[in-house]
């Protein structure tokens, strides 16, 4: 098991490639720090960035002990969003650091989450004189690129710190396992406000899937086929096909091409809850 010094000397070893391939992000929105997550289920978790300055003030300071972005891969929505909307106590410390040490006012993480771990790709700098803010707001498809790109660059040396990861539940104990980080509206809110909005036929309509079905569903919108939301969820075809056919009967569709069309429509209307996808 490693400790956290040795996940430091780790950092250090990949830094230089993480800077080669994180210049991009300086060199054109002057983005200045950047770095990458990996948590999985048992808790092993790597990191890579190119800072080695700001996680050694990280380590030796312990922020990592309160860090709400360390935690079960089931705390975690997917998408982006802003770390200073985190208000604990433990994110505070971090916070007054980035801003009084290093000149971070504007955090903003993209989580992915995958079958068993979740990966965060974390994109820093000085607001006024980067284009981090523009990026988060109306350009977030650069940033899922750029997220790609690095993932792809660095799979080797993401798979070597797999092979010998830190364990967070030892580290961190019962603050590994948390509520989500970054909650969304809560359900009756957003059912109350889409029923006044005109869309009660809609809302109904979903209510009536189990948990089970709308994990389905919402696959079968990505574009999985039965047997691979089977291999996913960990379930045989046979049922997968038994959900599909229930789903297909509540929403009164004719065929599969329905059902996803009616999919795409609740996902836009936030129906899908992603903490239980």
């Not at 820093?124 to 981090?132: E, I, V």
């Not at 691979?228 to 046979?238: D, F, K, M």
Request: glycine share 6%; charged share 25%; proline share 3%.
């Amino acid at each position: 098991m490693l400790s956290w010094q040795e996940v430091v000397q780790n950092y250090l070893r990949h830094t230089d490639k993480v800077k080669r391939v994180t210049g991009l992000l300086s060199h054109y929105f002057n983005i200045t720090h950047f770095q990458y997550r990996r948590i999985d289920c048992n808790g092993q978790f790597v990191v890579l960035g190119n800072r080695p300055d700001w996680f050694e003030h990280y380590v030796g300071e312990q922020f990592f002990t309160g860090d709400p972005f360390m935690k079960h891969p089931k705390s975690y929505r997917p998408g982006f969003c802003l770390t200073e909307g985190n208000n604990t106590e433990g994110y505070g410390k971090i916070w007054r650091a980035n801003v009084e040490i290093f000149n971070i006012d504007m955090v903003a993480i993209y989580i992915v989450k995958c079958n068993g771990y979740v990966e965060m790709y974390g994109f820093s700098s000085n607001r006024q004189n980067s284009c981090l803010r523009d990026l988060y707001l109306n350009d977030h498809a650069l940033l899922k690129r750029f997220a790609s790109f690095f993932r792809k660059e660095l799979d080797s040396s993401i798979l070597k710190l797999v092979e010998a990861p830190v364990f967070l539940p030892y580290l961190k104990g019962n603050d590994f396992n948390s509520v989500l980080v970054n909650p969304g509206i809560k359900k009756d809110l957003r059912r109350a406000f889409l029923c006044d909005l005109g869309f009660n036929s809609a809302v109904s309509q979903f209510e009536q899937l189990s948990r089970r079905e709308c994990q389905c569903l919402y696959r079968l919108k990505k574009g999985l086929t039965a047997k691979e939301i089977a291999l996913e969820l960990n379930l045989s075809h046979r049922t997968i096909e038994f959900y599909l056919e229930n789903i297909k009967g509540k929403l009164a569709c004719r065929d599969r091409r329905e059902m996803i069309s009616l999919a795409a429509d609740y996902n836009d209307l936030g129906l899908f809850s992603q903490e239980s996808l």
